[in-house]
Nanobody, 120 residues
Framework: QVQLVESGGGLVQAGGSLRLSCAAS????????MGWFRQAPGKSREFVAN????????YYATSVKGRFTITRDNAKNTVYLQMNSLKPEDTAVYYC?????????????WGQGTQVTVSS
């Protein structure tokens, strides 16, 4: 089992920044690939970004590319999402997730989510 705990959400004005953290514990061998997802009210959950074990491979949704940066610190078993130039449409509950392979498989473990609210 892997436990994922997100933190860092909050209320910020448009144009501001937030950094989300996701701390992993348990079978961290299942955290080779880590991803961030978000779900806005009344909408389906959508992919935001992911990263492989070394951090050399990352991928972003078009809507956040150039504004968000995903990184990880394996010594701390933590993945981060730096969010800059936030927009009201970024308002959502943000979830981190993990899976055992970067290019295949599904995300097996999910955190409980952290709320991000961007005011206009």
């Amino acid at each position: 089992q892997v436990q994922l705990v997100e933190s860092g959400g909050g209320l910020v004005q448009a144009g501001g920044s937030l950094r989300l953290s996701c701390a992993a514990s348990g079978r961290t061998g299942s955290t080779y690939a880590m991803g961030w997802f978000r779900q806005a009210p009344g909408k389906s959950r959508e992919f935001v970004a992911n990263i492989n074990w070394s951090g050399a491979s990352t991928y972003y949704a078009t809507s956040v590319k150039g504004r968000f940066t995903i990184t990880r610190d394996n010594a701390k078993n933590t993945v981060y999402l730096q969010m800059n130039s936030l927009k009201p449409e970024d308002t959502a509950v943000y979830y981190c997730a993990s899976k055992a392979a970067y290019y295949s498989g599904s995300y097996d473990y999910w955190g409980q989510g952290t709320q991000v609210t961007v005011s206009s």
